[in-house]
């Protein structure tokens, strides 16, 4: 079964940046879509933020467009997401999601970010 493990969260100033990692075991990553989500304080549904294929394409929500970066390393199975000029509302737990459109598709823990205004 995938482990996922999240890192680079925490507290950030308006304005600022931040570089969320996701690293994966296994050795299916590189065939994989992978995906980063949100679920922003009191909201019940998580918000798509990024998604990047297999082959490296790439698909954010209108909200992070220009802003943040996703990206991958197939050697080190791990998916990046740069976050720059981060905005209070961008303040949520963010989520990694192995195999994005696949029936085995695993969420990560969640890591917090939180931007102060």
């Known amino acids: 079964q995938v482990q996922l493990v999240e890192s680079g969260g925490g507290l950030v100033q308006a304005g600022g940046s931040l570089r969320l990692s996701c690293a994966a075991s296994g050795s299916a990553f590189s065939t994989n879509a992978m995906g980063w989500y949100r679920q922003a304080p009191g909201k019940q549904q998580r918000e798509l933020v990024a998604v990047i294929s297999s082959g490296g394409s790439t698909n954010y929500g209108d909200s992070v467009k220009g802003r943040f970066t996703i990206s991958r390393d197939n050697v080190k199975n791990t998916v990046y997401l740069q976050m720059k000029s981060l905005k209070p509302e961008d303040t949520a737990v963010y989520y990694c999601?192995?195999?994005?459109?696949?029936?085995?598709?695993?969420w990560g823990q969640g890591t917090e970010v939180t931007v102060s205004s």
């Open positions: 999601l192995y195999g994005v459109g696949s029936p085995y598709s695993r």
